[in-house]
């Protein structure tokens, strides 16, 4: 039951990332923090690349590359709005980028150049124009954001915005752990303690274990719901569970991997922080932990749940007790 | 890390086998059925009918190859027969570990006269074994294993010490015994493999009675027992060989997620519907579980795929790890969302006090067939395998 890559697709990926690592990978990234207009090289070098014209609703290659053209993105902390930009790519209409929001959001990622965008709101089910008020600035925790308002109502996307954004969200966060598992699993070697190599200590492999077992959930969880979308098959009750297993792993993640750093992890200059506070965005943007966790909640009521002792919809259930 | 996507899915052929398998729990396993191993003989006597009703239908030693007698089962047949067992308590009772690995340690280290003796009467139900691994000082570090096994002038063997947590040793005909037989070299060296009948005088079952039930854990006392070379399993002093063979198949033998699965389902029709916080947070809390299962269930999944495609099966531990806290978690949540009802056994509870089984051989989960510490440090491992 594997569902083998597309050789195409693995190939894209691979160019992608050859295409970012030689410029000087996070280093780049700091880079746009301070000079925020050199995010359009980025956009430059995608194009040329024609990253910007996968549909991920065409084919299964194309939906795979675009999966992995967003992983490559996460493993090197691209800033673009990639994901906003595939997704409305994906769901065709005449806008350039759909953001999924929570309400009215006060800043967007990368808004100011993501062309023209539609707030898509995943609990109302309405959409608007979203629009950038100014050019994006640096905060810790929200690089690069801008300021933005919600303008006309706009045409609903289709569901499957919701399910591709999250997917393509997904694989550019499982692309980031990865860099921090091997980042975290490299310096474990690296730094000696007590005169041996931490790596040797247990309670620094309980940490490894930690974070490989969520990478591992993650990457499943995530390859899963990359087939049912290709499919049509995913449900809103999968796109949740998808959401919420990359809020946990990308906790558990950082988390670990801080620890087996120390105080190293937390300089600026090292690439762990980079992308811990790029990260927050997507794990914040619509909706945080809790609210995945009701979203899937209802969603599984509403729906059911596929297991191999499937979860019935609770009004199927209410009826098969009723006769 | 470049995985490939991992699916559910049966085929046509799994699936028609799974529908089959779930009819004849359905028909011929009593509802209140909950395991073979409980006071009294109930719980044997339906295992044993049940084996045989498999047996009958060919599915017994389906996953075996047709040489022994098997049907050379495909190996997501055999995983659907795992996890549909493991579901419904095992109703094949004891047999499960002369199936699973047993069987398939005597066809790839057995002579021709071990086999034609041993595998036809585990392929049929017809005898019980047990594992004599685990001693009081060789837990997790069991090439520690300190059981000796001394070869006399004679050339017999006389084999001396003790075993412990020996699961079924009291039903069982034959032991698995791993004994030490070389003292002089490395831990890893000098351990031998016996199979042994437990009928041999000088063999001593003591049971330990504990939390998960009746024949769940013995000790074994082996008092200057006699052995032959007839029955040493592979090599003398090669029997690390063995034993990771048998630990592979044992890792990926229980489809422990299978019964984690099926209760969530059940615990599903009695979650509270209010709208006060603690009904939304048992609802919020069975929809992470049912995320963390889906990951169980496919990481176990890439398990079994790598073993297909014969390669290394990296993943075994992650996944035995991810499955072993999440039977935990489940049964945790069940007691929470039953309460009072949870902790009962009685026909009155709700599904015949399947929760309170389910909690109580949960607390197993994370120690038996290697703790998760075990588990944790083999994934680590991994992860920095070639550094």
Known sequence: MNRPWPVDALEFEESVRAAFTQPGGFEFTRECEIDPDRRTEVGERLKTMQVDELDFSADEIEAAAAALACRAAGRLGLPWPLVQQLTARAVGGDVDAVYLVDGAPRRAEHLDLAGRAVAFDVRRGSAHELIATGPASRMPLDPFGAPCRLGEAAPEPPLQAITVSTVLAAYLVLGALETAVELASGYSFERQQFGRPIYQFGAIQWRLADLAVDLLSLAEIAGFTLSRAIEGTATLADTWALRLQMLDSAGAVLTNAHQVFGAIGLCEEHDLVIIDRHLQGHLRRPFGEAATASALAAQVAEQGFDLLYPIEPAATRERAAAA | ?387
């Open chain 2, 1 to 387: 890390m470049t995985v490939q996507p991992m699916t559910f899915g049966d085929d046509d052929s799994v699936r028609e086998l799974r529908a089959r398998l779930r009819r004849m729990i359905e028909e011929d396993l009593p509802a209140d059925f909950r395991g073979a191993f409980i006071e009294g003989d109930e719980g044997q006597r339906i295992a044993n009918e049940f084996c045989r009703r498999l047996a009958e239908e060919d599915l017994l030693t389906m996953s075996w190859p047709r040489e022994f007698g098997g049907a050379d089962g495909s190996i997501w047949a055999q995983t659907a027969l795992r996890e549909e067992m493991w579901a419904h308590h095992e109703p094949r009772g004891a047999q499960y570990m002369g199936l699973n690995w047993v069987g398939p340690a005597i066809m790839e280290f057995g002579t021709e006269e071990q086999r034609q003796k041993h595998l036809p009467a585990i392929g049929g139900a017809k005898s019980t074994w047990c594992q004599g691994f685990s001693e009081p000082e060789a837990g997790s570090d069991l090439a520690s294993l300190r059981l000796r096994a001394r070869r006399e002038a004679s050339g017999e063997w006389r084999l001396s010490g003790q075993k412990i947590w020996t699961s079924y040793a009291a039903l069982a005909e034959w032991c698995f015994l791993t004994a030490r037989s070389d003292p002089a070299g490395s831990k890893h060296e000098g351990i031998t493999v016996f199979l042994l009948p437990m009928n041999r005088p000088g063999v001593t079952v003591r049971a330990i009675d504990s939390m998960l039930g009746p024949h769940h854990l013995n000790e074994v006392f082996f008092d200057d027992v006699v052995a032959t070379d007839a029955e040493v399993l592979g090599e003398v002093d090669k029997g690390w060989d063995v034993i990771r063979f048998v630990l592979a198949h044992e890792r990926i033998g229980i489809a422990r997620y299978a019964r984690t699965e099926r209760l969530l389902a059940m615990l599903a029709a009695h979650l509270p519907d209010e709208d006060t916080g603690e009904s939304i947070e048992m609802r919020t809390r069975h929809a992470r579980l049912l995320v963390k299962a889906r990951a169980a269930r496919l990481m176990n999944y890439r398990s079994v795929a790598a073993v297909a495609a014969g390669t290394a099966a990296n993943g075994v531990s992650a996944a035995r790890l991810r499955t072993t806290l999440l039977d935990q978690e489940v049964a945790a949540l069940a007691l929470e969302v039953l309460g009072e009802e949870g902790l009962y056994d009685d026909d009155a509870a709700p599904a015949h006090g399947y929760v309170e089984g389910a909690w109580r051989y949960a607390r197993s989960a994370t120690i038996a067939s290697g703790t998760s510490e075990i588990q944790r440090l083999l994934v680590a491992r991994e992860l920095t395998k070639g550094r």
